[in-house]
């Protein structure tokens, strides 16, 4: 029997809710909706625009129940890291945007509490100032942590509205810098140390929980149930990699470019803190140990900044542009945290390269070939360490997401690594959100290894190998 399975699937630059049909031996997803995500900028920072995705969100859902009046069930998963506050079930001010400056004071607070080495050691995760620990600490000099007595990620936060019910999801929580890296459950002990009250935590749940159906305020006319998935976007792409060889690397390559390697257990020494690697929770108690690099965002901002002198210039004209370049262009370091901000990404990159005695991109063409060589590098690199801080032998790299799409990147990646890159599925977060949805109604089998080779044989990745 084909069921039908409904994904919402959050990024930080758009949304979708996709339609997924699944049997043991056929997988299927197709978007129904596609919708903006645009933070909105006010007097007291970066927000998201929380309401709007919400209405969206509740909208795609029904569409599809009309395409499809069969769907059983939905998940939703977005970015990390980012949460409302909320009291007596109710939102408390409008989610803060994780590119949000009011982190940058709060990280050394929370390093005057407990430093970084011994955070490192409590939670495994990788330095990012818009780690959830820090924004907490900024929301708690602002005053107004003391107000709260909820805490919800951006899916719970969803969940919460679809369902009432009240959770956090162990895969996204993980991000937030709270949980044991040990034991996998909130760590009171450091949350006492850092100051934050413990009470506005909600209890944890893994990805497959059934959480009920939608409450009669969403109105969609449907009696689909709300289950739960890897909600951290990340998590359920990694579910997604169409991996047959254990030996693999992947890159998920959105806005961000996650690059790193699935582990049983997480790694805490100090090179790979130095390198700043992360163990995130993954589906099925998995560790995604990767590292964070800025992604497409760095392509799409400096697109947006182009474009507000020169409407007419496009993404996909300047990506072809850029292929076919012959010139050599510097290759600058995508991994720098000075392109973490929005605004002006242009002159941030040509400003980078003459700080660094190499010469600046000339063109907006130029800027794109030297954009995609630099994340070609950054990528390589980061697989490479993924490989030698973990011990885990590499043989092939696999990228899912948007950037599957550019078969320069993927070739540069293949030259540079010097071993196949396998492209594929785009669309590998809405593919691991399905599969684990189907996986807990009993219409596939088990493993993650078998998900897999399901994704394998439904989305059969386009090779690119080594050259030279
Ligand atoms: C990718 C992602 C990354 C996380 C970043 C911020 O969409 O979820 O994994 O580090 O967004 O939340």
Same mark, same amino acid.
């Given at each position: 029997m084909i069921a039908s399975l409904a994904a919402v699937d959050l990024g930080a630059t758009s949304g979708r809710v996709m339609l997924g049909h699944v049997s043991h031996n056929h997988l299927s997803v197709r978007p129904v909706a596609r919708f903006p995500n645009i933070p909105v900028r006010t007097i007291d920072g970066l927000h998201w625009n929380i309401l709007e995705l919400y209405r969206s969100v509740v909208a795609g859902l029904g569409a599809a129940v009309?395409? &499809?009046? !069969?769907? $059983?069930?939905?998940?939703?998963?977005?970015?990390?890291? &980012?949460?409302?506050?909320?009291?007596?079930?109710? /939102?408390?001010?409008?989610?803060?945007?994780?590119?949000?400056?009011?982190?940058?004071?709060?990280?050394?607070?929370?390093?005057?509490?407990?430093?970084? @080495?011994?955070?490192?050691? !409590?939670?495994?995760? @990788?330095? +990012?100032?818009?780690?959830?620990?820090?924004?907490?600490?900024?929301?708690?000099?602002?005053?107004?942590? &003391?107000?709260?007595?909820?805490?919800?990620?951006?899916?719970?936060?969803?969940?919460?509205?679809?369902?009432?019910? @009240?959770? $956090?999801?162990?895969?996204?929580?993980?991000?937030?810098? +709270?949980?044991s890296i040990s034991t996998g459950d909130w760590d009171h002990a450091l949350i006492e140390r850092l100051g934050l009250p413990r009470g506005v935590l909600p209890s944890l749940v893994t990805p497959g929980t059934p959480l009920g159906g939608l409450l009669p305020s969403v109105d969609v006319a449907s009696s689909m149930t709300v289950t739960t998935v890897g909600s951290h976007d990340t998590a359920s792409a990694v579910v997604a990699v169409p991996a047959t060889n254990p030996d693999f690397a992947y890159i998920s390559c959105g806005t961000w470019g996650l690059v790193g390697?699935?582990?049983?257990?997480?790694?805490?020494?100090?090179?790979?803190?130095? !390198?700043?690697?992360?163990?995130?929770?993954?589906?099925?108690? @998995?560790?995604?140990?990767?590292?964070?690099? /800025?992604?497409?965002?760095?392509?799409?901002?400096?697109?947006?900044?182009w474009q507000r002198t020169d409407p007419?210039?496009?993404?996909?004209?300047?990506?072809?542009? $850029?292929?076919?370049? !012959?010139?050599?262009?510097?290759?600058?370091?995508?991994?720098?945290?000075?392109?973490?901000?929005?605004?002006?990404?242009?002159?941030?990159?040509?400003?980078?390269?003459?700080?660094?005695?190499?010469?600046?991109p000339r063109s907006p063409v130029e800027f794109v070939r030297s954009i995609i060589e630099s994340l070609a590098v950054a990528f390589v690199n980061a697989v490479r360490s993924a490989s030698e801080l973990s011990g885990k032998t590499v043989s092939v790299i696999h990228i899912v997401g948007g950037g599957s799409q550019n078969e320069l990147l993927c070739q540069l990646i293949a030259d540079r690594a010097g071993m196949p890159v396998l492209a594929g599925p785009v669309e590998a977060t809405a593919v691991g959100n399905v599969l684990v949805q189907a996986r807990t109604h009993g219409l596939v089998d088990g493993s993650l290894e078998s998900l897999r080779s399901l994704v394998a044989t439904a989305f059969s990745p386009r090779r690119h190998l080594p050259k030279g």
């Open positions: 009309r395409e &499809d009046p !069969a769907i $059983a069930s939905v998940a939703v998963d977005s970015w990390a890291v &980012d949460y409302a506050l909320m009291r007596g079930g109710r /939102m408390l001010g409008t989610p803060y945007h994780y590119r949000d400056e009011r982190n940058l004071p709060a990280v050394e607070a929370t390093h005057a509490l407990v430093g970084p @080495q011994e955070l490192y050691a !409590a939670n495994g995760l @990788q330095f +990012l100032s818009f780690n959830t620990l820090y924004q907490l600490a900024a929301d708690r000099s602002a005053g107004v942590l &003391d107000l709260a007595d909820g805490f919800l990620l951006i899916p719970d936060l969803f969940n919460y509205w679809l369902t009432g019910q @009240q959770f $956090a999801e162990q895969t996204n929580a993980s991000t937030t810098g +709270l949980l390697v699935e582990l049983e257990h997480p790694v805490l020494t100090d090179a790979a803190r130095a !390198a700043n690697f992360t163990n995130e929770g993954g589906v099925d108690g @998995q560790v995604r140990f990767l590292h964070n690099v /800025m992604g497409l965002w760095i392509l799409s901002e400096s697109v947006r900044d007419t210039l496009e993404l996909p004209g300047l990506l072809a542009a $850029a292929a076919a370049l !012959a010139t050599p262009v510097s290759v600058f370091d995508a991994d720098d945290p000075t392109f973490l901000v929005p605004g002006e990404m242009p002159a941030r990159i040509a400003e980078w390269c003459r700080d660094h005695g190499v010469s600046a």
